[in-house]
């Protein structure tokens, strides 16, 4: 099947800094691909949508300056956490759109000091 | 608004076992349907899904599930679980956005 990867797979950061999390998909192209956002024994919450050469489209809620997705090429997402807080410390999940289903990145586990 | 509730939290077996797993959609419209399991360290996988046609669907590793549009249902089951079915389950749905509204997960442990 279709894979996606994100990188890093883990990432530990100090308060106040920025941090960018890589979201490849790897032998197709997506046009959309989505962020999600896994808290400890918590489902995943949809953060944003991810549109190839168009600005993405956030969920109520999800402040789009503190999360900047960037989906420059048909193979590449980026999100980019500015400003960390110890609050932003999550598990961040990646998904591509392919042509039948969704295909899932493995996670980046983000950690705030 | 569109929302995904799965009943079971933590669901314990023994090996053999039946099992199944509750989903509870609510949406008026046309609902695609998606049951994912994460196995421990790994990515989410799609077990199976649901867009028209037979409402019981067949997905991988001897899992179904059985759309039930009166009840807004789409109940997982597998008739004998394996230790190896120790997972997380987590039932979606999906409109034709693409977006992806999850449950809030079941987490199944299967003794051996």
């Known amino acids: 099947g279709a894979v996606v990867s994100q990188h890093p797979s883990r990432v530990i950061c100090k308060s106040g800094t920025s941090v960018k999390i890589e979201c490849r998909s790897l032998?197709?192209?997506?046009?959309?691909m989505f962020w999600y956002r896994q808290f400890p024994k918590k489902s995943l919450m949809l953060m944003a949508t991810s549109n190839e050469g168009s600005k993405a489209t956030y969920e109520q809620g999800v402040e789009k300056d503190k999360f900047l997705i960037n989906h420059a090429s048909l193979t590449l997402s980026t999100l980019t956490v500015t400003s960390a807080h110890p609050e932003d410390s999550s598990f961040y999940i990646c998904?591509?759109?392919?042509?039948?289903?969704?295909?899932f990145g493995p996670g980046t586990r983000l950690t705030v000091t | 608004a569109q929302s995904v509730s799965q009943h079971n939290h933590h669901v314990i077996l023994s090996e053999a076992a039946s099992l199944e797993l509750g989903c509870n959609y609510s949406y008026g419209g046309t609902v695609n349907l998606f049951w994912y399991v994460q196995y421990p360290g790994q990515h989410l996988q799609l077990l199976l899904k649901?867009?028209?046609?037979?409402?019981l669907v067949k997905g991988i590793k001897g899992f179904e599930a059985e759309f039930i549009k009166s009840k807004f249902s789409f109940n997982l089951r597998k008739p004998s679980v394996q230790w190896s079915d120790t997972a997380e389950y987590f039932c979606?749905?999906?409109?034709?956005?693409?977006?992806?509204?999850f449950g809030q997960g079941t987490t199944l442990q299967v003794k051996p």
């Open positions: 979606a749905f999906g409109g034709n956005t693409g977006k992806l509204i």
């Open positions: 998904s591509a759109r392919g042509a039948l289903e969704q295909y």
């Open positions: 032998d197709f192209q997506a046009t959309t």
């Open positions: 649901y867009f028209s046609g037979d409402p």
